[in-house]
């Protein structure tokens, strides 16, 4: 049987040994966010989902729907669809969804496209209790921004 003194002497010694421990770390600057009210600055290699990237002179997608993007993707969450329209030497994008349950953040859509019509967005604060959430149809997020941009001009310059 062992000594209780000795059993009394080394818990007493682990105790302050937590102590010791526990007040060193109390007096440390704090790390934690209050994140509703603060964000930290996201790094300059941070990937989000992807987001189509628009033409600067026309205001349309750059993307004309080649479907590489949706080849390359080894978790199969992109799907492509486009349309010729009339007077236009190539397809159009009509929809371009991205299941963003699935995707990874590999990069090999970012890659394979030659056109550049796709990268990575800087967005996220994605967040929702439903999965038909994170099914974004990225050419309508597109027209959509592309709207809200044009009204926001426009009441700017009235007087």
């Given at each position: ?9 080394k818990g007493f010694g ?137 009204k926001v001009a426009t ?5």
């Amino acid at each position: 049987m062992k000594n209780p003194i000795v059993e009394v002497v080394k818990g007493f010694g682990s105790l302050l040994t937590g102590l010791r421990i526990t007040l060193g770390q109390f007096f440390k600057r704090s790390v934690t966010v209050q994140y509703p009210h603060e964000s930290i600055q996201m790094p300059a290699r941070f990937r989000g989902h992807i987001e189509l990237v628009r033409d600067p002179e026309s205001g349309k997608p750059i993307c004309f729907a080649c479907k590489v993007c949706e080849k390359t993707c080894p978790s199969d969450c992109i799907s492509v669809e486009g349309l010729k329209l009339e007077g236009e030497k190539r397809k159009s994008v009509s929809e371009f969804r991205l299941d963003f349950t699935k995707c990874s953040l590999c990069g090999s859509c970012v890659d394979a496209c030659k056109s550049g019509a796709i990268r990575f967005s800087r967005d996220y604060n994605l967040a929702s209790t439903n999965r038909e959430d994170f099914i974004l149809d990225l050419f309508k997020k597109l027209e959509t921004e592309k709207v809200v941009t044009e009204k926001v001009a426009t009441e700017e310059t009235k007087p």
